[in-house]
């Protein structure tokens, strides 16, 4: 090798790698290794967490010099019989698969002289030390870029080079650049980035998305997912969303199939309050004890017991989270976020569902019942069901491996084309009737066209009897019908509308399915100038501050199906 004048030692489980003598000890004693070897394990350590490709070592370790990577395979081959290294559960040298290799253990570098380690990434064995406190630093992160989505800007990071695109969506509160102040977050993240393309981002409100005077809904966070991948140019993604993240992927899945590989949620929920058909979830007084929790100790470790108990009684760990937190969000924003989250309920979402998807839990969460995980993955469709050991909720603490290797493999798979004609819609309907001032000049059919376009839906039939419209999301479609509703008497026309998000076929430009029965059902019984809505649409917009009157239960569509009717108010209306 040739002489250095660089005098760092490295040191990495029981090795040591020193630099300007060039040898490899474990516990003291010298292990052999050849020089070109040696150049390799160096260039990773020193890159410890980076994927290093095949193209960079062979400029690097032979410059000038033509070789194929069959001299790399033998160099990498060598130091792995010397770290006794496993390549199918690597401790020190992950394979990216035609792609290059990462050096995945902590590492820490010293002078030859005794003086302080400066480690520089976590360690893979959940056994040893993983947080700053245990002496470790923090792990540069990628660049931030932003993508518009409104009148908002979204915070992104995109890192890896995998043959799939996966979108992570971090639940409760985020905060891209503190992802990477704990180096077992990054380790979780480098790992998902070594077979795709990851792309991060912070929901508005949070982090460093814009902040907004009202926290969003899912439907607008839904709208954030799809700039966000515009801006990075993805045209299909996978989706994998922890906690809360589960309900917004799987809108997101649902609403757009065709732009969805597939989806994976990590002790996720239908719903965040409970019910006697759903015991899983705290009550509303426990709910409330929480927001008395976020009121009196926001800025320090809150709900880091329940969320990473393993971790809960070390001292840098807490500070770690009591900082992202802060940083994730403010106090106000933490209690409104909270209490969007608890009126969250997609049960009536998750059977239209269509994309491969898969489902992990750990037993013993102490967030999330693992029941609600089993729960879940009985309403999707084929979905596969995982229990895994361990009681942290935050996958990326705890055996984070066992995880990463069922979400690795799963993503690995071939997938089948979805059915890209069924997606999950909001559905307008609405019965017209001429009054005798009625005009007869096609400008009320105009206008009603024109009204679902600026809200982003697709009129499906618009003439002087019926409208019949989708929305991809909710929040629009409740827009758009008051809106059109409130104008009809400028056109001589009554108007009574309904609204229900479901399942659709969309064959040919056509609708059809039980949603459209069930929203034509609800515009033959809303009155005058009313418009009406399923207890799902109600559920999507939680947080909106969208109010309804309740209207009672009503038997809806072809199967008459009992609904719980709201009727939707409209702007500064007083509050039932």
Not at 398 to 427: C, K, P, W
């Amino acid at each position: 090798m040739p002489a250095t004048t660089e005098s760092s030692i490295y040191r990495f489980g029981d090795f040591r790698l020193d630099v300007r003598n060039a040898t490899l000890e474990r516990d003291g004693a010298p292990l052999p290794l050849a020089p070109k070897a040696f150049s390799v394990l160096l260039h990773l350590v020193r890159h410890a967490g980076q994927l290093v490709t095949k193209d960079e070592f062979l400029d690097v370790i032979w410059p000038g010099v033509f070789v194929g990577d069959a001299a790399l395979k033998v160099c990498v081959r060598e130091i792995r019989r010397a770290l006794d290294d496993d390549p199918q559960t690597p401790t020190y040298i992950q394979t990216a698969h035609r792609r290059g290799y990462r050096f995945v253990a902590a590492v820490a570098t010293e002078a030859p002289a005794a003086g302080p380690t400066l480690p520089v990434i976590a360690p893979v064995s959940s056994a040893a030390p993983r947080s700053l406190g245990a002496g470790l630093a923090a792990i540069d992160p990628p660049a931030t870029h932003y993508a518009r989505s409104g009148d908002v800007s979204i915070a992104y990071q995109v890192l890896g080079d995998g043959p799939i695109d996966l979108v992570f969506v971090m639940g409760w509160v985020s905060h891209l650049d503190y992802f990477w102040r704990e180096p077992s977050f990054a380790r979780f993240l480098t790992r998902l980035a070594s077979f795709s393309r990851l792309i991060l981002f912070d929901k508005r409100g949070t982090g460093l998305s814009d902040r907004v005077s009202e926290l969003p809904t899912l439907e607008q966070r839904m709208d954030d997912v799809r700039a966000v991948l515009e801006a990075v140019g993805s045209h299909r993604a996978a989706l994998l969303g922890v906690s809360e993240g589960g309900p917004l992927c799987s809108l997101y899945a649902t609403t757009y199939p065709d732009r969805t590989l597939a989806l994976v949620m990590v002790g996720t929920y239908a719903k965040r309050l409970w019910a006697p058909d759903y015991p899983w979830a705290p009550t509303r007084t426990e709910r409330e004890a929480f927001l008395d929790e976020i009121r009196a100790h926001w800025g320090g470790p809150v709900g880091l017991e329940a969320r990473a108990p393993s971790m809960a009684g070390d001292p840098a760990f807490r500070e770690w989270w009591a900082t992202y937190l802060r940083m994730g969000a403010s106090p106000g924003a933490a209690l409104t976020l909270t209490r969007m989250n608890a009126e969250i309920d997609i049960r009536h979402v998750l059977p239209a569902v269509r994309v491969p998807t898969l489902v992990l839990h750990r037993t013993d969460d102490q967030t999330l019942k693992v029941e609600e995980g089993r729960y879940v993955a009985s309403l999707v469709p084929g979905a596969a069901f995982a229990e895994l050991p361990g009681h942290d909720h935050l996958p990326f603490v705890g055996d984070q491996d066992t995880m990463l290797d069922a979400i690795e493999s799963f993503l690995n798979r071939t997938y089948h084309d979805v059915d890209a004609d069924r997606v999950l819609a909001t559905v307008l309907a609405a019965h017209v009737a001429p009054t005798p001032e009625a005009r007869h000049d096609g400008a009320f059919e105009t206008h009603v066209r024109r009204e679902i376009e600026w809200f982003r839906g697709r009129a499906v039939a618009v003439d002087e009897t019926a409208i019949t419209a989708a929305f991809d999301g909710p929040a629009r479609a409740i827009r758009c019908a008051v809106s059109i509703a409130a104008s009809g008497p400028r056109f001589g026309r009554i108007i009574g509308a309904g609204l229900h998000t479901g399942e659709c076929d969309m064959p040919n430009g056509a609708l059809r399915g039980s949603a459209v029965d069930i929203a034509q059902a609800l515009s033959d019984v809303a009155s005058a100038g009313e418009v009406l809505a399923s207890r799902t649409v109600k559920d999507l917009v939680a947080g909106s501050g969208q109010a309804f009157t309740d209207r009672g239960m009503h038997a809806l569509g072809a199967e008459a199906q009992r609904w719980r009717v709201f009727a939707v108010q409209p702007p500064g209306a007083p509050r039932a």
